[in-house]
């Protein structure tokens, strides 16, 4: 089975960085499309990027952002390492929100936000 932590949340100023990681524990690392989803208080978790580990792709892209993300953040795994990131550039006010490591077998599930396993989330937090 498997099991994601993530980290690497904190306050940022708007117009910074932050990379968030998300440790997968589990044989079948290799086997799951990895993403990252988001709540914003008082609203609900939206999609925010995926990326693929066999090809599968979501409109012909093997990774895959949201249109408020795109440009600005980027998606990417270490299979040696068992690890997915989120690097986060240009954060915006808007960003601020929860932050969700998540794992399926299936491309769908990214677009459906009904995923087999998730993380516990990382706070990021970003101030004018």
């Known amino acids: 089975q498997v099991q994601l932590v993530e980290s690497g949340g904190g306050l940022v100023q708007a117009g910074g960085s932050l990379r968030l990681s998300c440790a997968v524990s589990g044989r079948t690392f290799r086997s799951y499309h990895m993403g990252w989803f988001r709540q914003a208080p008082g609203k609900e978790r939206e999609f925010v990027a995926a990326?693929?580990?066999?090809?599968?792709?979501?409109?012909?892209?093997?990774?895959y952002y949201s249109d408020s993300v795109k440009g600005r953040f980027t998606i990417s795994r270490d299979n040696a390492k068992n690890t997915v990131y989120l690097q986060m550039n240009s954060l915006k006010v808007d960003d601020t929100a929860i932050y969700y490591c998540?794992?399926?077998?299936?491309?769908?599930?990214?677009?459906?936000?009904?995923?087999?396993?998730w993380g516990q989330g990382t706070l990021v937090t970003v101030s004018s």
């Open positions: 990326n693929s580990w066999n090809g599968d792709t979501w409109n012909g892209r093997t990774t």
């Open positions: 998540a794992a399926d077998p299936r491309v769908s599930s990214f677009l459906r936000g009904n995923l087999e396993v």
